[in-house]
């Protein structure tokens, strides 16, 4: 079935370093797409979203790229903190809603 | 803005006992979603709500598993009898918009351990 997917389930980067995590997804009606932050024992918190009518979208520290041509979903994280480490999930919505399966980063003092 | 309440935080029971979960939306939030992780499944959809109304239930295991939502500001996820298999995290979220495309704002989260 349909599904997103994560690349790389981990990734660890110096501090200071750029961080890019990656998200395939497979839903070609999917039109709006979230990245969100989960700490260990806490709920998922958004990050950053997009829309399908933008490619790239610029927060604090943050930038979702959106490849539509080959479905696939990108966040950078510029300058990364320790406290940056987390794993990170990208979700999908437009007829259905899906999560991916996460990608845990780990950030290097 | 307190955020996305959810009760109990942690529960412990034993097998074939009734567990009820909790959430209070945020205030002004018209939907309401129920999800359920593990490290086998990750983050699944199990139900959500427009307006107090279930829209999609199909990410509701089996009918152990019921939901309700009695009015805007609170929402129940309900097992009987639980098994040692529904053991993981239920989380709560609601946003501002029907439907699934807006930012969803997750609760903590409860920790359930059905022995």
């Known amino acids: 079935g349909e599904s997103v997917g994560l690349h790389l389930p981990t990734l660890s980067v110096q501090e200071g370093d750029n961080s890019i995590i990656n998200c395939a997804y497979s839903?070609?009606?999917?039109?709006?797409f979230i990245w969100y932050k989960q700490e260990s024992g806490k709920g998922p918190q958004f990050i950053i979203d997009i829309r399908s009518n933008m490619d790239k979208r610029q927060g604090q520290r943050v930038t979702v790229l959106l490849n539509k041509t080959v479905k696939h979903l990108s966040l950078q994280i510029a300058a990364t903190q320790p406290g940056d480490s987390a794993v990170y999930f990208c979700?999908?919505?437009?007829?259905?809603?899906?999560f991916g399966t996460g990608t845990s980063l780990t950030v290097i003092p | 803005d307190a955020g996305v309440i959810q009760s109990p935080r942690h529960e412990v029971t034993e097998m074939g006992q009734e567990v009820t979960l909790r959430c209070k939306p945020i205030?002004?939030?018209?939907?309401l979603f129920w999800y359920r992780q593990t490290m086998m499944r990750g983050l699944e959809l199990l139900i959500y709500f427009n307006n107090n109304v279930p829209i999609d239930d199909s990410g509701m295991p089996e009918d152990r598993f019921s939901a309700k939502m009695p009015n805007a500001s609170f929402s129940t996820l309900k097992i009987q009898p639980s098994e040692p298999r529904d053991s993981a995290v239920y989380f709560c979220a609601s946003s501002s918009r029907q439907g699934r495309q807006e930012t969803q704002y997750f609760g903590p989260g409860t920790r359930l351990l059905v022995l």
């Open positions: 979700a999908e919505a437009g007829n259905q809603f899906y």
């Open positions: 839903n070609s009606a999917s039109d709006y």
């Open positions: 205030s002004g939030h018209n939907s």
